[in-house]
């Protein structure tokens, strides 16, 4: 069998969005989308098995056994038993969701909760199109590598970010600002990394990559992330399935309130931890805070009505000893908002723990205009240590909707980072600087990038000619400008 073209299969996966448009809203492609596609790979991946299963043992039930299949596919819930119904369409679909799962303990909950039997939003005759639009190819890794089959699925959920726009910030952030990051936090293989609030896994991805492109064995990571919506968290258990992954661990909840990491009662810890949580979360749990049993408030309790540095202790609170580093992207306010928050910034700068800033462009994530910054910060440090501060907004290619960061300017503000990393003397003007705690206090513990970074203004060199030309420019437009509301009066009636 030969492989499919990458981009052959972007376009053909895409193609069946364009099957559900008019009845299911493009924020909503994701929860029906990504099932069929999961659901086809698995069903393909799984009759291969077979076929090479049958050429050793050459005996059916022996074939359909646990040792030679990743995922059990009951008969009843195959792809193909699916396909050959022509009414009740979706229940069989349904069923089957349920089927494999109840076969499948790692994959409970998996295929999401969509509203499969709903004949108003997804008649027979329209899921019927959509099978068989999925069924003119062979998902199998003989067609698909995972890698593909990985990226295939990145495109996807890149695309369908792209469509729901406004409502695509919950689920999915930039993958060169998350390349950032996890090339600032560099996890090796046999480290451990956590997303407290991980979307559809796109910063668990990334550090598979990264350990990948420099030469290490990414299944040798710990991978954990927790996700409150339930239909993304099932997006990122399939996202990571896809790309071959098989040791992860993702689970449903509300991080701030209930984290479900815990040993022994305690948070867990760990080597890495990334996120980009929902910015100034209203409703975050304030009252569970004011008696954290798990000392996240160590710092001081957040706003009542801001979860930003809730966030913030948590991710904290969830790295190791000596090891931990974190990074976390929150809108600008954390670095200067006073009361609760400016006491939680002035304790984690006390100890030293806030190793660097950087300041991004406006209009880099979906849903927000508002710039936003990324925050390091390391369990192992010393006390009342200097900050480097990154000023980034002007690295970045303006858009019509919205503004982007390419892999090259990612990889140069990470360059800046690194530079400014192996020599703290030195200053990038208006760029990067290593700004003493000495500073910082005597700022009051406002952390504003322009305080401390900023471009320099350019001279503007004009001739004594020039000057007086367009004084005289400026002059004749006010006289200009005087004359028409004098006669705009008397036309009112207004004495002049």
Same mark, same amino acid.
């Given at each position: ?9 972007? #376009?053909?996966?895409?193609? #069946? ?24 790979? !698995?069903? +393909? ?13 050459? $005996? ?27 009414? $009740? ?29 709903? &004949? ?14 999925? *069924?003119? !190819? ?7 590598? +995972? ?13 369908? =970010? ?26 090796? =293989? ?39 919506? @339930?239909?993304?968290?099932?997006? =990122? ?25 815990? &040993? ?9 931890? !990334? ?25 001081? @309790? ?14 904290? #609170? ?25 006491? !939680?910034?002035?304790?984690? @700068? $006390? ?13 880099? %994530? ?43 300017? #990612? ?33 009051? %513990?406002?952390? *504003? ?5 900023? &471009? ?17 420019? &400026? ?5 200009? =400008? ?15």
């Amino acid at each position: 069998m030969t492989l499919i073209d990458l981009q052959d299969l972007e #376009a053909h996966l895409w193609h #069946a969005a364009h099957i559900l448009t008019g009845p299911i809203d493009a924020s909503d492609y994701k929860t029906y989308i990504f099932p069929v596609l999961f659901f086809k790979r !698995i069903c +393909d991946v799984y009759d291969e098995e077979y076929e090479e299963a049958m050429e050793q043992v050459g $005996d059916d039930e022996m074939a359909r056994g646990d040792m030679f299949h990743r995922i059990q596919i009951p008969e009843e819930c195959h792809w193909e038993h699916v396909f050959a119904q022509t009414k $009740d369409i979706g229940q069989s679909l349904k069923d089957a969701f349920r089927g494999i799962e109840l076969a499948n303990q790692h994959l409970h909950g998996i295929f999401g909760d969509a509203s499969w039997t709903n &004949k108003e939003r997804l008649p027979d005759e329209l899921l019927m199109t959509l099978l068989n639009h999925f *069924n003119k !190819i062979n998902l199998g890794v003989a067609s698909v590598r +995972d890698d593909d089959m990985g990226r295939a699925y990145e495109y996807l959920i890149k695309r369908f =970010a792209d469509k729901a726009n406004k409502k695509a910030g919950e689920f999915y952030t930039p993958r060169t600002i998350v390349r950032l990051m996890v090339n600032i936090l560099d996890p090796q =293989a046999g480290e451990s990394i956590y997303d407290p609030a991980c979307g559809t896994g796109g910063m668990l991805l990334e550090t598979i990559h990264h350990v990948k492109e420099n030469g290490g064995d990414p299944r040798l990571l710990t991978l954990k992330g927790q996700e409150k919506n @339930l239909t993304t968290e099932a997006i =990122a258990r399939m996202n990571l399935f896809l790309h071959g992954m098989e040791d992860f661990d993702i689970i449903r909840g509300d991080t701030l309130r209930e984290p479900k990491f815990l &040993k022994q009662d305690k948070l867990e810890t760990f080597d890495c931890v !990334i996120a980009n949580p929902p910015f100034s979360l209203k409703e975050w749990g304030h009252n569970k805070w004011e008696s954290d049993p798990y000392g996240r408030n160590k710092f001081g @309790l957040a706003p009542k009505t801001n979860g930003d540095f809730s966030w913030v202790q948590h991710m904290f #609170a969830s790295l190791k000893q000596k090891t931990g580093r974190m990074a976390i992207v929150l809108p600008h306010g954390v670095l200067f908002r006073g009361g609760a928050e400016g006491r !939680i910034r002035k304790a984690l @700068l $006390d100890k030293g723990y806030i190793e660097s800033i950087i300041g991004l462009a406006p209009n880099l %994530f979906y849903g927000t205009g508002i710039p936003a910054c990324i925050l390091i910060l390391q369990k192992k440090a010393e006390p009342k240590e200097p900050v480097l501060i990154i000023n980034a907004e002007e690295i970045f290619t303006k858009g019509r909707a919205q503004n982007t960061l390419s892999t090259e300017q #990612a990889d140069e503000i990470y360059q800046i980072y690194e530079h400014q990393l192996d020599d703290y003397s030195h200053e990038q003007e208006g760029v990067a600087r290593w700004v003493p705690y000495s500073e910082i206090e005597e700022n009051d %513990f406002n952390l *504003n990038i322009a305080r401390y970074v900023q &471009k320099p203004l350019e001279e503007e060199t004009i001739t004594v000619d020039e000057a007086l030309k367009d004084f005289q420019q &400026k002059l004749a437009a006010l006289e200009k =400008a005087e004359d028409e509301l004098e006669a705009l009066l008397i036309e009112e009636g207004f004495e002049v």
